[in-house]
């Protein structure tokens, strides 16, 4: 079966400082990748839809400038969270759609990853 | 507009018993209707996909039925194990171009021993 990762699967940073996500198709190609974000005992908020080679498409409410978003190949999406604060605590999940098959195809989520920000 | 409404939102029952967790939508257009399995801390993974014209399809020990007049789907788990404790999600697939989920919140469901 298709399969996501994500790295690194939990990181603890300090406020202020820039954070890293990646997210990887393994065996497949994603032309689209998603970025979602959850909170305790909630459901996943999109964040935004990444789309390799051209601009991420962010939801409504989510900074742009704070959440950067890089789709530079048919298999990695990266998230960065810039300058971040404590109140960017949060699990990051991302998700890959095979870019060879239709928009209602199967999303692919990744494992997720733990972000804390002291 | 479009949303997807699960209940219960916790469940708590005993190790061997059955359970089942119910979803309404109201997303339009429909592709298809997915359950996921959320373990804590973990990433969702599918358990079944439900097309507009199936009515019912098994997995294992997981039974999803859709009802596509009504706009309900349910999840049966039977003989339930202590690793089914997770969240229980109902995803809807609809036919954007940019093929956005609609998400439920999620039933938590605890097995107890």
């Known amino acids: 079966g298709a399969v996501v990762s994500q790295h690194p699967s939990r990181v603890i940073c300090k406020s202020g400082t820039s954070v890293k996500i990646e997210c990887r198709s393994l065996d497949f190609q994603a032309t689209t990748m998603f970025w979602y974000r959850q909170f305790p005992k909630q459901s996943l908020m999109l964040m935004a839809t990444?789309?390799?080679?051209?601009?991420?498409?962010?939801e409504q409410g989510v900074e742009k400038d704070k959440f950067l978003i890089n789709h530079a190949s048919l298999t990695l999406s990266t998230l960065t969270v810039t300058s971040a604060h404590p109140e960017d605590s949060s699990f990051y999940i991302c998700s890959a759609r095979d870019s060879t098959r239709d928009t209602g195809s199967e999303q692919y989520f990744g494992p997720g990853t733990r972000l804390t920000v002291t | 507009k479009n949303q997807v409404e699960q209940s219960p939102q916790s469940l708590i029952i005993l190790e061997g018993k059955n359970c089942t967790l119910q979803?309404?939508?109201?997303?339009?257009?429909?592709?298809?209707l997915r359950w996921y399995k959320q373990d804590t801390g973990r990433g969702p993974v599918s358990l079944t996909i439900m097309t507009f014209s199936e009515n019912t399809k098994s997995n294992g020990r997981y039974t999803a039925t859709l009802d596509a007049d009504t706009k309900q789907s349910s999840l049966h788990i039977t003989a339930s194990q202590l690793s089914d404790s997770a969240s229980y999600i109902c995803?809807?697939?609809?036919?954007?171009?940019?093929?956005?989920?609609?998400f439920g919140q999620g039933t938590i469901l605890t097995v107890h021993p």
């Open positions: 990444s789309n390799e080679g051209s601009k991420a498409t962010y």
């Open positions: 979803c309404n939508y109201t997303v339009s257009p429909f592709s298809n």
């Open positions: 995803v809807l697939y609809g036919g954007t171009s940019y093929g956005k989920l609609t």
